[in-house]
């Protein structure tokens, strides 16, 4: 599968029926997804994080890129998969793109906050992307996380002046993670292209979220949280 099946299923989409993409954290849970019908698959570093033992954004890049290698060979054939390399490890972007390409990832997430709390300068992000883009060409599509309420102030206004910036830097979504859901329409109104959101992991949540106006919603670490908490009720209950 390519970037360019993977792009396409983010566009020309009808109102209310957003691209759901479940997200794998090891091989196993890529295959169940898979196996579920969905057309692609979108790799959280959380789930990833959790699965290896490391806290969310301390995984080595070498790990990362391993884990993502193995999601992808295990369901690479059916379907594309994306995946979440934080804020590009200090790669530069050739490396990054390289590394991307080498584990057979169609698309990736790219934060613009450093990880410790503090959002990066938004001109001097979209300058870095620019040249993602320029590395990759149509080979990724680039999902711009936009973290102005995750760690900023979370002012609509100013997460759409950054979506704006990734959108003409080359992304081919944003992600305004954590978002709140009613002020889903205005951030619409402001952006062009493709907006994901972040949903729970129940049908409501991704319903409501499509009324809203999200193209395409993905769960973050959500699933793998879900599916540890069953096997802890299930080892309790074995256990009595």
């Known amino acids: 599968m390519t970037a360019t099946t993977f ?22 849970s890529a295959r169940v997804l898979a196996d579920a019908g969905y057309p692609a698959l979108a790799i959280p570093s959380a789930g990833v994080a959790a699965s290896l033992g490391y806290e969310d954004g301390a995984t080595p890049p070498d790990e990362m890129f391993a884990a993502v290698t193995r999601i992808v060979r295990a369901v690479a054939v059916a379907v594309p998969v994306s995946a979440d390399v ?21 698309g990736c997430n790219l934060e613009d906050s450093d990880g410790h709390g503090t959002l990066k300068d938004p001109r001097r992000h979209a300058d870095w992307l620019a040249e993602v883009r320029a590395e990759a060409g ?18 609509p206004v100013e997460a759409v002046e950054r ?4 959108v003409a830097a080359g992304a081919d979504c944003v992600y305004p993670i954590l978002a709140p859901p009613q002020l889903l329409p205005q951030l619409r109104e402001g952006i062009s292209g493709p907006i994901n959101m972040a949903a729970d992991p129940d049908r409501e949540s991704v319903a409501e979220l499509g009324r809203q106006g999200a193209t395409r919603i993905t769960f973050g670490p959500g699933m793998q949280r879900y599916a540890m908490a069953s096997i802890g009720d299930l080892a309790a209950e074995l256990r009595a």
Request: net charge negative.
């Open 7 to 28: 792009r396409a299923l983010h566009h020309d989409r009808a109102a209310g029926d957003p691209l759901v993409l479940p997200g794998p954290w090891d091989a196993a």
């Open 86 to 106: 934080e804020g590009g490890y200090g790669l530069a972007p050739r490396e990054l793109v390289g590394r991307l390409l080498e584990a057979g990832a169609v």
């Open 138 to 155: 149509e080979e990724l599509f680039i999902n711009a996380r936009v973290d102005t309420f995750l760690v900023g102030t979370g002012d």
């Open 163 to 166: 979506a704006r910036l990734y």
